[in-house]
Structures are given as C-alpha cells and as structure tokens.
C-alpha cells in the first residue's frame, strides 16, 4: 500500500497510521501499515440503525449479549467533577417537524437505541444535553456475567463490526468505497489482524496490562494509555477467549500493584 493512500484514508476516515511511516519510502509498501479506526462519533440515526443490523448480522459471535448498548462517555480532557445544580445527564433523539423521542441512560450511562420508523422519517440525530464536544457516544457490546475489567473477544469482535458499519453509514457510500479499495477488502475489522497489532479498544482507564487468555495459553496484548490492541481475525483464538486488563494504580504510588477492575 502506497504512502499517499495511507495519508488520504487517514484524512478521510481518521486512520492513526505508525509514526514511522512518515520516514518510509514510498516503494517501501510493506513497512507501512494502519494501527487502527477511531471510533466514529455516533450521531445520525441512519447510522445506528445500520449498527443494529451488523448486531444481528454478526450475533452469533456473542449469542449472550441480547442488545447493543450504546454508551455516553466523558472525553478524557474535559473536568469531570459535577457542578452544583447541573441537570442530570439526558439524552435523547431529534429529528425534523418536532420529533422528539427520550431514552433513558442507566447509571452507567448506557442506553438502547430501539428501531423507530418515525424515527428514520424525521431523518433524527442523537442529542444531549451538553456540549456535545465534551461527550461521545460509542456503541458497547457485553456479554452478562464477566467481571468489569474483563472483555470477552467475540463481544469484541461483534463490537468492530457494529463500529464499522456505524462508520461506513456516517462516511457515505463514494468514501466506504474508496476506503474498501485501499484496504482491499470489505471487511475493515478483518483487515485488523496480528501483523497490524489489531483493532483498538478503549478501557475506562489507563492501563498497566491487557493478557488475552483462553485455557492454559496467554498472550500479553499491546496497550497504550487507555488503549490496547487485539487480532479480530486470529483463528488460533475463539470467541469465548477472554481478555483480562490490569488498571495503573490510581495514586501512582511506587511499588503499589496495579488494580484489576474499575
């Protein structure tokens, strides 16, 4: 893949490509390679509509987790610490001729989007009650049962595939296909694989540790910061292979052992 490709798909699709891949040669191809897809900004209902039906096109990769949550998360650079008398947290879809249509977040601050066809005619978009630079809203797949620091890998899996869908739908049709010409496929979460050190997922927080586990057999993951990095198309590791991620102390203390959990 050329250096010129690479730079026009991060610049369409906000690509992170490798900080070496500026000092490469452009007939040096194979030294080039894409780290991963942000997370597109979820806005237009157009848009999470086509991340319900990748849900149910690709369920069988998590056949326990019976919805697709989307959740309201906090940019990193913002101040988090709640100001007296500020309304609670809302959010809720908007569309033309005054459709209007709440969804209720849970303490967690996720919520389900549900199929509307009104909702579809009003051509509707996601809105809350903040500035909406300070938030986004991501969409979660989680199987029931596992304890918070772990993330099960068909979930995540399942996950990439509602992510990009969610952002073929916002780039539109001319774009998603330039972009499945550069990567050469279609699927972009396949694309993602061991040699491209995966797809990037975000944690709550930072990270000391990611280990993929599945049996007697580990596999330490990269991470960086709140990120770290799995395969989605490794057959050696099934859906029910777990990842296990190990939080940094949160004072930093020298010595301290690293949380496991939120």
């Known amino acids: 893949m050329r250096l010129p490709s690479i730079l026009m798909l991060a610049m369409l699709v906000g690509v992170n490509v490798s900080a070496s891949a500026a000092d490469t040669r452009p007939d ?3 030294s080039i390679h894409v780290n991963a897809i942000r997370k597109p900004e979820v806005r ?15 369920h069988r990769m998590a056949p326990n987790a019976e919805a697709l949550h989307f959740r309201v998360e906090r940019r990193a650079w913002t101040d988090k610490t709640p100001k007296p008398g500020e309304a609670p947290l809302a959010l809720r879809l908007e569309g033309k001729d005054d459709f209007v249509m709440p969804l209720t977040l849970s303490d967690a601050f996720e919520t389900i989007v549900p199929r509307s066809s009104a909702a579809l005619a009003a051509d509707s978009e996601l809105v809350l009650n903040r500035k909406r630079r300070m938030y986004r809203v991501t969409p979660l797949v989680r199987s029931p049962g596992l304890p918070e620091n772990v993330r099960r890998l068909g979930d995540l899996r399942l996950e990439c595939h509602v992510l990009v869908a969610i952002g073929k739908e916002e780039l539109g049709l001319m774009r998603t296909l330039f972009v499945n010409s550069v990567l050469l496929t279609p699927n972009w979460c396949n ?3 061991a040699e491209r050190e995966g797809f990037q997922f975000e944690a709550p927080e930072r990270l000391a540790r990611a280990t993929l586990r599945e049996g007697d057999r580990t596999k330490d993951l990269p991470v960086e910061g709140q990120s770290f990095r799995t395969a989605m198309n490794d057959p050696d590791w099934s859906d ?8 940094e102390p949160v004072t930093g203390t020298a010595g301290e052992t690293p949380r496991t959990g939120p």
């Not at 237009?44 to 690709?58: M, N, P, Q």
């Not at 029910?240 to 939080?247: H, N, R, V």
């Open 240 to 247: 029910d292979a777990l990842i296990e991620l190990a939080f």
């Open 191 to 193: 694309f993602f694989n």
């Open 44 to 58: 237009k209902y157009t848009a999470i509509v086509a991340g319900l039906d990748a849900f149910e096109r690709h």
């Open 28 to 30: 040096s191809p194979e």
